[in-house]
């Protein structure tokens, strides 16, 4: 008796679950995806990343679809004006609209930025943080096999939560000025909106600049659907993946992408 009341206590808890994803937005579940995610994160690595909570009233959400339903409109019309230009135009404009801005073109001076970066205050409280990280606590491993001339493909294998996505863009960077390469430019490609738009913000305030992504001195920025901030010197965005599969088109070899 124990076990069927156990039984149909778990099944209408399933119901009540699957009619709550069916009444949510697609936003407002990827929302609850990335909460998940990050609260398995915070359990097991004991690390607070900040997981947004989305929650709007009727009449707001309303006005956010009124206004989507304009950006739509708006970008079906950009769409066709992108369309008649020539594929390899049209990647030059978006390509140098990312990374044509850079700190210093002199190695010594940008690894000289990177340092003094690094050394902030700011910086070194975050660090404390990223340090618990399993991604971070491979960060030579990392950066040896991803920047190695001999290494054209490489594949970062971990559990959620353990650092892949925050982690190894700024281990890259910040090794790479190490190592007189000078400022690379790295696009990361993320499935979801919402993910692009956390994970950029996150990497961004372990910089310790005090900036947000789009703002000039902001070394991280991000591209999604109807939203773009990319600042100059930003050297790190991360992308949707439809936004990725544009820049594709017009250019295969992602030139310009270190």
Known sequence: QDVNSEKSETGAAATAARRMLESMSEEEREAAIVRHEEREARTKYAVDLKPERLRLQDHIRTELQKAVDDLEASETEDKKIYCEKPLS???????????????????????????????????????????????????????????????????????????????????????????????????????????????????????????????????????????????????????TTGVVLRILTGDPMLRGVD
């Open 89 to 239: 135009t049209a990647c030059q404009e978006m390509m140098s609209s990312y990374f044509a801005e850079s700190l210093d073109d002199n190695v010594e001076t940008y690894r000289k930025i990177v340092l003094d970066q690094i050394q902030t205050n700011a910086y070194q409280n975050m660090q404390k943080q990223r340090q618990k990280l399993p991604a971070y606590q491979m960060k030579k491993s990392i950066a040896d096999t991803l920047l190695s001339p001999t290494v054209t493909i490489a594949v970062i294998s971990g559990e959620t939560g353990c650092g892949k996505t925050t982690q190894v863009p700024r281990i890259l960077s910040e090794a790479a000025s190490q190592r007189g390469m000078g400022r690379l430019n790295i696009l990361v490609a993320q499935p979801r909106r919402i993910a692009a738009v956390g994970v950029a913000e996150r990497v961004a305030e372990e910089g310790g600049t005090g900036f947000r992504p789009g703002e000039d001195g902001c070394d991280v920025g991000y591209h999604i659907r109807h939203e773009k901030r990319v600042g100059r010197g930003a050297n790190t965005v991360f992308c």
